[in-house]
């Protein structure tokens, strides 16, 4: 990421002392400044320059309860108060206080690395008030004599990772999706029900073999500087997401399209691609087979609009920063502190700006979740993703709300391991954990025991669940007193008279190893067997897990759609998410006769057999799925949790009674 964003609090506040005796900077003795009755001492000293006193800012925006930011790349300071956001470029006389600007009487600078502001901006920016007392030398701020804003329309959120990059095409990791989701729209949104709404699109139709759809946009669309968005723009980003040397990970939702996947590979042209501009407001799509959710799909970052000009432009730089990035959604990058803040804004050129109430977004990055859970304590936060044993801290609690997250933790086996290619030793080490004793002892939060790879939440295409009508495919009540024998079985059918070490390959946070131990005593007790546990990265996990560098490993999935589909075809025997080597005829030809069966119910019965028949052969074994656990403020109305990928939908939220 280009942005590099340094934790520095700076230079001071701006209030000029027009009482300060006219003396050379070199002859004053030194300055003092006492906060509430306290002296401060800097690592950088306050001092004169034409008649001002300049001080620095970390340490007194601290004092009064500010948080600053330092961007280097602009040379630019952000603080936030409660609901007032500061930004300060230096060498500028221009400071803007929630976007409105600030006159100063004197430039801000740097010496000794620090921000020297005047100090008059602490009186008119965070309600202090500011006396010089000439016969000290001192300055004496009072805090809160003066009301700052509070009660505004700012949501205050955090996330524990920062955003990857805001290139729609490019964009692979959740918090990406989420604040890309903020920024941009798609021709289609989501409702509180999962629903698919007219966005940019007003409207559309669908040929009677649900293969093509022509889009209606809306006449007043429009990116955040002022230019229509068009036709063109869904052409351009979509095929620039097909062309393989663009690297778009997400491209294979894509390739949905006709065309699509003949052009990723090469073998095809951008001109074969079924993607039709009718004219600047008309685009017609025709897929290779009929998708019933492809509406819903639609609302998905892969999917949004580019501005061709921007893009290439930018080039390199595209999505880093607010400079390098357009909106066409309800807000926009105002700044982006790397690691620490992202702070949005109305967009005042969406089509639907007069339903968004919120001005202004602050999005905590990094905070420790003990941290956020003061901050949310202290007002400072709106909403707070509660810690494990969330049930037991929070049962009765009216801010406390879960929701399921529509994602399945499940335990990876390799394969081509000669002791995990036997199946009846990997249906002993799946029907050996107690799933809801695991979640209970390591969650806690509504978490619930797996009974098959789908999760809850996800549509069977014809108004129901998919999990429930196809039941549980684990029967783990059942199966557990059986888990022994099927392990000696399996033993016995390797010419083994023990099981040989094996080893899962974990994330290394609390939870994980909270739950490695778990594991590890329950194949204990249910199996007799001692299995080992190796905890590294995040990212170490995933290109282990994507090489096959483990043994097994435990992952998570989450619905990159609302279909049984976003989970069953990783494991065809030639997808690239197949990290097990798992292959079946019979499995690839049923959720292959899905991708392609127009009928909804037929499609459907493919995916439950086809579900049948991995939960049979057990390559993996799904453990949980994980409930999104959180704490909201009362005053903060029509909060959308859209899906595990998109987090939250900010849209509609309003501040009401804070």
Not at 92 to 118: F, I
Not at 452 to 472: A, C, E, H, K, M
Request: no cysteine.
């Amino acid at each position: 990421m280009a942005n590099v964003w340094k934790n520095t609090l700076l230079g001071v506040t701006m209030v000029s002392l027009m009482s300060v005796p006219n003396v050379t900077e070199a002859a004053a003795p030194p300055i003092t400044i006492k906060i509430d009755g306290q002296k401060q001492t800097y690592d950088s000293a306050p001092y004169m320059k034409n008649d001002r006193t300049l001080v620095p800012l970390r340490g007194i925006f601290e004092k009064q309860g500010a948080e600053v930011f330092w961007k280097q790349e602009t040379n630019t300071v952000v603080a936030v108060k409660g609901d007032m956001t500061i930004t300060l470029k230096i060498g500028s006389k221009t400071a803007y206080v929630n976007g409105a600007p600030v006159t100063l009487d004197q430039a801000a600078e740097m010496k000794n690395d620090r921000t020297m502001v005047p100090i008059r901006f602490v009186s008119e920016t965070l309600g202090a008030d500011v006396k010089w007392e000439q016969k000290t030398n001192s300055v004496l701020i009072t805090s809160g004599v003066k009301s700052t804003p509070n009660k505004g329309q700012v949501l205050h959120l955090s996330q524990f990772n920062d955003v990857d990059t805001l290139d729609s095409v490019l964009a692979t990791d959740t918090a990406s999706f989420n604040m890309i989701s903020q920024i941009n729209e798609g021709l289609t949104r989501l409702d509180k029900d999962g629903k698919a709404v007219p966005g940019v699109a007003k409207s559309w139709t669908i040929s009677p073999d649900g293969k093509t759809y022509r889009f209606t946009l809306r006449p007043d669309a429009k990116w955040s500087d002022g230019s229509a968005v068009t036709a063109s723009d869904f052409d351009y980003a979509w095929k620039r997401g097909l062309k393989r040397s663009t690297g778009a990970n997400y491209a294979f939702l894509l390739t949905w399209i006709k065309g699509g996947q003949d052009y990723y590979n090469g073998t095809g042209s951008a001109s074969g691609v079924g993607i039709k501009v009718i004219d600047p407001k008309t685009l017609e799509v025709t897929l290779e087979s009929p998708i019933p959710f492809f509406p819903e799909q639609l609302a998905f970052p892969t999917y949004y609009p580019q501005k061709k000009a921007f893009v290439e432009q930018k080039r390199a730089a595209y999505g880093n920063d607010a400079g390098t990035v357009l909106s066409n959604g309800p807000f926009k990058l105002h700044t982006w502190a790397y690691g620490q803040l992202i702070y949005l804004e109305k967009n005042n050129t969406y089509w639907d700006r007069a339903n968004v109430k919120l001005q202004k977004v602050n999005v905590y990055i990094g905070k420790p979740q003990a941290t956020q859970k003061t901050m949310y304590t202290k007002g400072q936060l709106d909403l707070f993703q509660a810690e494990a044993n969330a049930h037991a801290l929070y049962q009765g609690n009216p801010e406390y709300h879960s929701a399921p997250e529509q994602t399945s933790g499940y335990l990876q086996f390799n394969m081509t391991h000669p002791v995990l290619k036997n199946k009846k030793i990997r249906q002993a080490l799946t029907y050996a954990i107690d799933a809801n004793q695991y979640v209970s002892k390591v969650y806690n939060n509504g978490t619930v025991g797996a009974t098959g790879l789908v999760p809850y939440g996800i549509s069977n295409g014809q108004g129901g669940d998919f999990r429930t009508t196809n039941g549980d495919l684990l029967n783990r009540s059942a199966n557990l007193p059986k888990a022994k024998a099927l392990l000696q079985e399996g033993l016995k059918e390797l010419g083994l008279t023990q099981l040989p070490t094996l080893t899962v390959l974990m994330d290394n946070g609390t939870t994980s190893k909270l739950s490695g131990v778990t594991l590890q005593e329950q194949w204990h007790q249910n199996l007799g067997v001692e299995i080992e546990t190796e905890y590294v990265s995040f990212a170490e996990r995933l290109e282990r897990s994507v090489w096959g560098d483990f043994q097994i490993v435990y992952s998570f999935w989450g619905a990159d759609y609302n279909d049984p589909m976003t989970f069953l075809d990783m494991y065809l025997t030639d997808s690239d998410f197949n990290e097990t080597r798992y292959s079946n005829p019979e499995y690839d030809r049923l959720v292959m006769a899905a991708q392609k069966e127009v009928n909804a119910a037929m499609r459907m019965q493919y995916l439950y057999d086809a579900e049948k028949i991995l939960m049979n052969d057990l390559p993996v074994a799904p453990v949980l799925y994980r409930q999104y656990s959180y704490l909201l403020k009362p005053y903060v109305k029509n909060l959308t949790l859209v899906d595990n990928i998109k987090g939250y939908d900010l849209k509609n939220v309003s501040i009401e009674g804070k």
